[in-house]
């Protein structure tokens, strides 16, 4: 009865690289971040207030994102990505990722209709997709619980864009957290129950390749701002040294994260007892990883177009704020994988914290130098702790409580 849904369904032998069609859609996302990116640059005029609020309107435009790519990410771990439904499916949210992407330069003003269009299709359209392809096997209420929180925030977002101006916002953050807390909460519907994703059985390997992914496509985003501003300006000497310090501030990004505990992911999810619960807190981390490097750009391309620009509230928010994010997100993913507090990020965090009144109207190409310096010493630290250790094993303790996850699936 169930032969024709559960053939959708990864089968245990399934590889669990990503596959041609995944890192396709992933193209998007470059492009897609570069437009998170401009619209922070456009938000450094800003002060006090009004930067705080410039830069809250952008992060609910990424976090809106962000639930587009999590959950796809979701959707390709739990069944077969050779499979036509599925790859219509990821095809189809790459083109509304695209238009998402588009709109959001202006997204909350005059090119707000499509950015909520394109939100709604893919979170309404999507898992209805997914229903009827799984026919009539038990598995379908779970895609069929997303299309119902979908139903339900679909009038807010649509609503928002359509509506005044000054219920955009606040109707947009409403439809967000509701999206974000049905995501966590397993999306609850009455008489049906929920499906959290915290009892989830996924493909461990293929999540941690995706999340590694993205990262890097963070990171490439980041040398796609270095390159393109560099390119367009005049081949002086102090956009030289900003550019060079740019590029080495993002290698060290990329070491710091792949340092151990950025390769042992897909290890912690196949040995965790109930990998949805590490999962899940493995969204999180990088989530707050991607914006970290996102963050940062914006004072690469301040710092490389103006070396000596002032190092304002507004600028420092980004050159000293996004490492700092950053180191924040490693220190807890490292908790994920080794159970323990990484010391040298924390130790990191602090001084550059304790750097932000020494940098204030300092040039930019100094404040950046500063916080690549600090950077350098936190991933010298880690090589001299790791320096003729053999490799760590996994023990994270996320995901190992609870219980046993071999039984019925939700």
């Not at 700092?324 to 994920?336: D, K, S």
């Not at 300092?362 to 001299?384: I, Q």
Request: hydrophobic share 55%.
């Amino acid at each position: 009865m169930y032969e024709r849904g559960a053939e959708l369904l990864r089968p245990p032998d399934s590889s669990g690289r990503a596959t041609f069609l995944e890192l396709f859609f992933d193209l998007v996302f470059v492009f897609a971040l570069t437009r998170v990116s401009q619209r922070l640059i456009g938000s450094l005029p800003a002060a006090g207030w009004t930067l705080a609020a410039a830069v809250g309107r952008t992060v609910l435009l990424f976090l809106a994102l962000w639930l587009i790519w999590t959950i796809t990410v979701w959707v390709t771990s739990r069944y077969e990505p050779e499979r036509t439904v599925i790859q219509a499916v990821v095809v189809g949210t790459m083109f509304a990722s695209l238009v998402m992407g588009v709109a959001l330069p202006r997204a909350l003003e005059e090119r707000a209709l499509p950015f909520a269009l394109a939100y709604v299709a893919v979170m309404l359209g999507r898992p209805l997709v997914v229903a009827a392809a799984l026919h009539g096997h038990p598995r379908r209420l779970v895609p069929l619980r997303l299309a119902v929180w979908a139903a339900a925030t679909a009038p807010l977002w649509l609503g928002g864009a359509l509506g005044p101006d000054d219920l955009r916002l606040p109707l947009w953050a409403l439809a967000l957290a509701v999206d974000y807390g049905a995501l966590f909460t397993g999306w609850p519907v009455p008489r049906v129950g929920s499906a959290p994703v915290l009892g989830w059985r996924i493909a461990g390997e293929h999540l941690a390749e995706r999340y590694q992914q993205i990262f890097l496509i963070a990171l490439g985003e980041s040398i796609l701002v270095i390159g393109v501003t560099y390119s367009g300006e005049e081949f002086s000497g102090e956009g030289a040294a900003a550019f060079v310090v740019a590029f080495v501030t993002t290698a060290l990004l990329w070491r710091i994260y792949f340092h151990r505990a950025g390769h042992l992911l897909a290890e912690a999810l196949r040995l965790a007892r109930m990998p949805g619960r590490l999962g899940t807190s493995a969204t999180v981390t990088h989530l707050v990883l991607v914006l970290g490097v996102l963050t940062a750009a914006v004072g690469y391309e301040v710092a490389i177009a103006e070396p000596f620009h002032r190092s304002e509230a507004a600028l420092l928010l980004f050159v000293v704020g996004g490492p700092l994010l950053f180191l924040a997100g490693r220190a807890r993913f490292e908790y994920e994988i080794f159970g323990r507090i990484s010391v040298p990020r924390v130790l990191g965090a602090g001084v550059l914290v304790l750097l932000v009144p020494l940098l204030a109207h300092a040039p930019a190409v100094l404040a950046l130098s500063l916080v690549a310096a600090v950077l350098a010493g936190v991933a010298l630290a880690d090589a001299m702790r790791s320096r003729g250790r053999p490799p760590e094993m996994s023990a994270s303790p996320i995901g190992r409580r609870g219980p046993d996850s071999s039984g019925p699936e939700a």
